[in-house]
Nanobody, 114 residues
Framework: QVQLVESGGGLVQAGGSLRLSCVAS????????MGWYRQAPGKQRELVAI???????NYGDSVKGRFTISRDKAKITVYLQMNSLKAEDTAVYFC????????WGQGTQVTVSS
């Protein structure tokens, strides 16, 4: 059974940084991508960043230049370095893995105080 476990969320002041991690387990074979989405209260879930199995990255417009996604293939772990955080980055951040289906983690809360 595939499981995704996120960590690293918390409370930070505007302008600060956080690093999220997501470890996948139960994976058999290759997969297409891992990444992060987020959902703020009253809003739809939106793309934050994705990294494919060949290292191609894609970012949501609101985080370009501030967030960086990276991975450790051997550990099946994806990271999200978040810098210059803003109050509008406050959301639950979900890790995702795409193979023949899409898997989601439970989410980790990120709160940015202004």
């Amino acid at each position: 059974q595939v499981q995704l476990v996120e960590s690293g969320g918390g409370l930070v002041q505007a302008g600060g940084s956080l690093r999220l991690s997501c470890v996948a387990s139960g994976i058999i074979g290759s997969f297409d991508s891992m990444g992060w989405y987020r959902q703020a209260p009253g809003k739809q879930r939106e793309l934050v960043a994705i990294i494919t199995n060949v290292g191609i990255t894609n970012y949501g417009d609101s985080v370009k230049g501030r967030f960086t996604i990276s991975r450790d293939k051997a550990k099946i772990t994806v990271y999200l370095q978040m810098n210059s955080l803003k109050a509008e980055d406050t959301a639950v951040y979900f890790c995702t893995l795409r193979s023949f289906k899409v898997y989601w983690g439970q989410g980790t809360q990120v709160t940015v105080s202004s």
